[in-house]
């Protein structure tokens, strides 16, 4: 069974703090991609990430695949009360499989 | 983007009836679609993949008697909670994956479906 473990769990900071969200598994997807969930909604892709070493920009949001494309980071800087979600990697490999999430609040 | 619905949006049933959720590809022709389920406070799990015309294929641990996939057009699957209990209280997403999806056969998420059996 392919496990994508995402770190951390929970995350809670203060508006204009930077952070990291990292997305690991010890299989290799041949894509991987971030979402980002509100409460009561489906999930909204962000952004997908295909080539090992592969890095993309989206505003405030760096999102990184690693070279044996395992595993995948996402750094969002400066956050915003905006930012607030559930972050899911999720690893594609004929369907997709999400990552056990991360719950980021961000307080004014 | 290509958008995706699901009805209804919220259901609450008694424990022993069935409940059945509307997945449909408003845009697009979905070859695929896929069934997730989301306890709260958790990830998505997928459930089950569904092409249409053919049986859907069901994640390990998952009841393909109790919990029924059709997928009879291109536009169009549903999703029916036999004799539903409690436990099967979550909020249901779909998603659909077509031909004119993007190069990476990228999947479009409903809004989700909130069961709750008392």
């Known amino acids: 069974t392919q496990l994508l473990e995402q770190s951390p769990q929970f995350l809670s900071i203060q508006e204009g703090e930077n952070l990291t969200v990292y997305c690991n598994s010890s299989?290799?997807?041949?894509?991987l991609q971030w979402y980002r969930q509100e409460p009561g909604e489906g999930p909204v892709l962000l952004v997908t990430?295909?080539?090992?070493?592969e890095v993309k920009k989206l505003k405030r949001l760096t999102f990184q695949f690693g070279d044996a494309r395992k595993d995948s980071s996402l750094h969002i800087t400066a956050a915003q009360t905006g930012d607030t979600g559930l972050y899911l990697c999720?690893?594609?490999?004929?369907?997709?499989?999400f990552g056990t999430g991360t719950r980021l609040q961000v307080f004014p | 983007g290509a958008v995706v619905s699901q009805h209804p949006s919220r259901v609450i049933c008694k424990s022993g009836t069935s409940v059945k959720i509307e997945c449909r590809s408003l845009?697009?022709?979905?070859?695929?679609m896929f069934w997730y389920r989301q306890f709260p406070k958790q990830s998505l799990m997928l459930m089950a993949t569904?092409?249409?015309?053919?049986?859907?294929?069901?994640e390990q641990g998952v009841e393909k008697d109790k919990f029924l996939i059709n997928h009879a057009s291109l536009t169009l699957s549903t999703l029916t909670v036999t004799s539903a209990h409690p436990e099967d209280s979550s909020f249901y997403i779909c998603?659909?994956?077509?031909?004119?999806?993007?190069?990476?056969?990228?999947?479009?998420f409903g809004p989700g479906t909130r069961l709750t059996v008392l």
């Open positions: 299989s290799v997807f041949s894509s």
């Open positions: 990430v295909v080539t090992g070493g």
């Open positions: 998603s659909a994956r077509g031909k004119t999806s993007g190069s990476y056969n990228e999947q479009f």
């Open positions: 999720a690893g594609a490999d004929g369907k997709l499989i």
């Open positions: 569904s092409n249409e015309g053919s049986k859907a294929t069901y």
């Open positions: 845009d697009f022709q979905a070859t695929t």
